[in-house]
């Protein structure tokens, strides 16, 4: 009997050592999860945890001091390039490791090696839309110079030197928590990093949705509610700057026309509402007599941030600001004399050919009068827990068929056996044009390095130390006639290929206007009844242009602060602007005893999104229910068909100058519909539905609570974000603070004989959720203050001699 319960006793043991070492679906074996010795207690970090002060590594040609300051800002001071950017891989590792390959895994669509099966399809339309491809023409690019060259290996080498020092204990936690291990970095990861956000920030495309309703109610109906430019704007470029370059002629419109009729779902794209801010004063409007400029990128908000902080110095270089993890650099930053910042352009580089096949087989497609082969790529995507899914990728001349065939697709803006055109597939350097803007003294320096600059396009502002402001909506352009790229394009006519590219030199731009200041808010570049070029027909809203450029015209004396208070500007000017018509078309008489209370609120709000106000909760509801009222019984997707509804701005207009306008009938009712009862029922069913959500009005309305702003872990990983913060903005609002997006970046630098920078980002510089450093920095993000930058001149002043060292030697 003793043996047998030591049998049992043994092989219950046995049973429970293999369970506690077994992965079961995504989860990492309990045992070496909870281990002491390697599991998740080894990430625990505090505030005060030393860092190493000399660590040897293989690669450094001499030794590199880097101080950290309170923040955890490593401060990199190298005796020459190679080394300042092997320390820059490092120590980005050091804080960001998992971020960095995660972010490069979803670019290159290799989540499924991580996850599972549940992410093969968005890992197979990553191949599909040529997102290693469009990389591997980069790298071509970056490799073939040798400055970004000897950057890009300088900061793989330093990467893997300390991925090889790391031991399973010291893996950051999400490895150990979806139980894998880092893999060696390699150059092509850099590029993918920048291709994922050219995806995010240029990936969009409503081409489909706009032929649909071209067939659906042709030319007259679709340029009159879809216009290629909006009844309210102001402008990148001020209307009536002239130009400084004689236009090229512009590619002669084809007479003929082919709209697919092919209708899809579409889902999954881009964020439309990824937007930024950035503005420059001169000296002129300064308190100081130099310039200040800001900038806050609104993206995506995730634990661990987008961005890292930190500073560069080396012989030729002192530059202090942001980077993406995952690539050398400062992207958004400054050094002694020069500061710059970037929004998004969205520029139309995104175009879709129908196709014309040979046969079922599609081997062969037909272009310009002649059946042109295709070219077959075999994608392996890797599965954990299953077998390698092997998929054939198609490439025409114009790109590549991003879905060859009917069926489950992930990304639905994607037409079925059209060829898709993309800026992001072009040989590219980025890489150098941040190198040469890095090393900037100039306004000269700053425009040589935006030649290198393809995509995603970007508004980059300047302002320099001689009192220069300028920006340059910035990026590869396409030559196109008007409205090229509006609406699916004919692939068999090599009419509607893009027939070349606008010189940089033609790019939009503006320096040292007589206002004063510079500005953008991912508008309009340029009034395109005076640039001569076509870029996009439809830019983000005005709204937050607008309010930017009617502050900065009034303001004189300009300092930090006001700079900063500018960032944090609630001021909501699309409620400004239509709410009291909205208010006057509303039948009181209708209003019930429990509604009249909620319009008294709306009618005395001032019009700002602030935190604890209640009114914002109401417009906000209210707007998109009367958007839907007005346009879903004609422009509503059916399955046959996906359209999409006019713009803010048209609808805007409508309810303004056209209030009988034939489109506030439902053609679903036998009765005709007015303005008035659209927006007094949609006003009913607004109180209704806050009413069932929160109940009688209370503290609960309160725009804060209602918009519920989430800093969410990057891979959604539960209780490794921050939720619920007390928080005002919103969309279309300069503090463009929504529920899952915002300023990932606010910066204000302050030009002059000792520069000196504000900033802050919603997060903190480590990676690790064990570690203080992890969110410290999200409170002051959320009040709306800066911290001062330490911006360092040398190693050995006062402030550097506070901080901690940690030396890089030669080993």
């Given amino acids: 009997m003793k043996l047998l319960l030591a049998l049992v006793s043994v092989g219950l043991s046995l049973v429970l050592i293999i369970a506690l070492n077994t992965s079961f679906g995504i989860a990492p074996p309990v045992g070496k999860f909870l281990s002491p010795f390697v599991g998740f207690w080894q990430n625990a970090e505090t505030r005060e945890a030393s860092l190493v002060a000399e660590i040897p590594v293989s690669g450094v040609q001499a030794e590199v001091k880097v101080l950290y300051d309170e923040n955890r800002v490593p401060h990199i001071f190298a005796q020459n390039n190679h080394d300042v950017y092997f320390a820059q891989g490092f120590v980005t590792a050091q804080d960001r490791l998992w971020q960095m390959e995660f972010q490069t895994h979803a670019a290159a669509g290799r989540v499924s090696e991580i996850i599972g099966t549940s992410t093969l399809e968005r890992d197979r339309f990553q191949r599909r839309m040529g997102m290693v491809y469009g990389a591997q023409q980069s790298l071509k690019a970056m490799l073939a110079d040798p400055r970004s060259r000897e950057m890009l290996e300088a900061f793989t080498a330093g990467i893997n030197a300390y991925i090889g020092q790391l031991k399973p204990k010291d893996y950051p936690l999400e490895y150990k928590l979806l139980n894998y291990a880092p893999e060696p970095w390699t150059p092509l990861k850099c590029a993918l990093l920048l291709k994922q956000m050219a995806y995010d920030l240029a990936g969009r495309s409503d081409d489909l949705r706009m032929t649909n309703i071209l067939w659906k109610y042709g030319p007259s109906v679709t340029k009159n509610l879809f216009p290629d430019y909006p009844f309210l704007e102001d402008p990148i470029v001020p209307s009536g700057t002239p130009l400084d370059f004689k236009p090229l002629p512009i590619p002669p419109e084809p007479a003929s026309f082919i709209a697919s009729q092919t209708d899809k779902k579409i889902e999954n794209e881009p964020d439309p509402e990824l937007g930024s801010n950035n503005w420059a004063v001169s000296g002129a409007k300064s308190a100081t007599g130099y310039p200040l400029l800001a900038n806050d990128p609104h993206l995506e908000l ?255 004396k300009v300092s930090v602060d006001s700079m900063r208070q500018l960032q944090n500007d609630n001021l909501n000017l699309h409620a400004q602007t239509i709410l009291p018509a909205m208010l006057a078309a509303v039948q009181k008489d209708k209003l019930s005893k429990a509604q009249q209370p909620i319009f008294k609120i709306l ?209």
Wanted: avoid cysteine; charge should be neutral; hydrophobic fraction near 35%.
């Fill in 603 to 811: 009618t005395s709000w001032n019009y700002f999104n602030n935190a604890t106000e209640i009114a914002p909760s109401i417009f906000q509801e209210w707007w998109p229910i009367l958007d839907q009222a007005i346009w879903e019984d004609e422009f509503g997707n059916s399955p046959d068909r996906q359209l999409r509804y006019p713009s803010l701005d048209r609808t805007m207009q409508l309810i303004l100058k056209e209030p009988q306008a034939r489109w506030f009938d439902n053609i679903n009712t036998p009765e005709k519909e007015t303005l008035t009862q659209l927006v007094t029922t949609t006003f009913q069913a607004t109180v209704d539905s806050l009413q069932h959500r929160y109940g009688p009005v209370s503290s609960k309305w309160q725009w804060a609570q209602v918009k519920s702003t989430d800093i969410l872990h990057l891979a959604k990983l539960p209780g490794f974000g921050r939720n619920d913060l007390v928080i005002g903005g919103g969309g279309g609002i300069v503090n463009a603070t929504g529920a899952r997006r915002g300023p990932s970046w606010r910066m204000v630098v302050a030009l002059g004989p000792d520069v000196q920078g504000y900033g802050v980002y919603p997060g903190g510089q480590s990676g690790n959720p064990g570690s203080y450093y992890y969110d410290n920095l999200i409170e002051t993000w959320r009040q709306g203050k800066l911290f001062k930058l330490q911006y360092l001149k040398n190693a050995s002043e006062p402030a550097a001699k506070q901080m901690a060292v940690l030396q890089l030697v030669q080993k």
């Fill in 302 to 556: 995730n634990l661990p941030s987008i961005w890292y902080q930190i500073q560069l110095v080396t012989p030729d270089m002192n530059v202090y600001g942001v980077s993406l993890p995952g690539a050398p650099n400062v992207i958004i930053g400054f050094n002694e004399r020069v500061s710059w910042g970037v929004t998004n352009v969205d520029a139309d580089v995104m175009d879709w050919y129908e196709l014309k096949f040979k046969n079922s087989a599609q081997q062969e497609y037909w272009h310009a009068n002649q059946w042109k082969p295709i070219r077959k790529v075999t994608e392996e995507i890797k599965i954990k827990g299953a077998p390698s899914v092997f998929d054939t990728v198609s490439y025409t001349h114009h790109g590549p068929i991003v879905y060859d065939q009917a069926g489950q697709i992930y990304n639905k803006q994607s037409p079925v056996k059209h060829a898709m055109r993309w800026i992001a597939h072009e040989q590219s350097n980025e890489m150098l044009a941040f190198y040469l803007l890095n090393r900037a003294k100039n306004y000269t320096d700053y425009r040589q390095a935006l030649t290198y600059y393809t995509a995603p396009a970007q508004n980059f502002i300047y302002a320099d130390v001689a009192d220069t402001i300028a920006i340059w909506p910035n990026g590869k352009f396409p030559l196109k006639w008007p409205d090229q790229g509006k609406f699916i394009l004919d692939g068999t006519d090599p009419a509607y290929d893009w027939q070349g590219w606008i010189p940089q030199a033609h790019n939009p731009h503006v320096v040292n206007p007589p206002r004063g200041f510079v500005s953008s808010a991912n508008q309009f570049s340029a009034d395109p009844k005076q640039y001569p070029y076509y870029l996009n027909w439809q830019f983000s809203p005005a709204q937050r242009s607008i309010r930017i450029n009617q502050r900065l015209a009034q303001m004189q």
